[in-house]
């Protein structure tokens, strides 16, 4: 068992940056590929990044890459999501979440956190 917490969310102008924080329970995380999702009102749940348990991998969507950068720290049990040059578009509630290889197939993560609030005024 898994357990996630995201932090960091807030309210931020277009153009801005904010860092995204998911701490883990248990001792097994290091085990995991990690993830992140987004979901904006009245939209589905979108993959946004994910990283490999040894953080040597990742992946990323093209609505994002090159702009929004998944990392680990297996010692902290922390994955983080650094979001640089934030669109209005990315307002989403973020979630973390746990699976058993790396994926951005929603279907494969076992374990999710209750999810952050990003909002990106214009």
């Known amino acids: 068992q898994v357990q996630l917490v995201e932090s960091g969310g807030g309210l931020v102008q277009a153009g801005g940056s904010l860092r995204l924080s998911c701490a883990a329970s248990?001792?097994?995380?290091?085990?995991?590929?990690m993830g992140w999702f987004r979901q904006a009102p009245g939209k589905e749940r979108e993959f946004v990044a994910t990283?490999?348990?040894?953080?040597?991998?990742?992946l990323y969507p093209d609505s994002v890459k090159g702009r929004f950068t998944i990392s680990r720290d297996n010692a902290k049990n922390t994955v983080y999501l650094q979001m640089n040059g934030l669109k209005p578009e990315d307002t989403a509630v973020y979630y973390c979440?746990?699976?058993?290889?790396?994926?951005?197939?929603?279907?494969?993560?076992?374990?999710w956190g209750q999810g952050t609030q990003v909002t990106v005024s214009s």
């Open positions: 248990g001792r097994t995380f290091s085990m995991y590929a």
């Open positions: 979440a746990a699976a058993r290889r790396t994926t951005g197939t929603i279907g494969e993560y076992d374990y």
């Open positions: 990283i490999a348990w040894h953080g040597g991998s990742t």
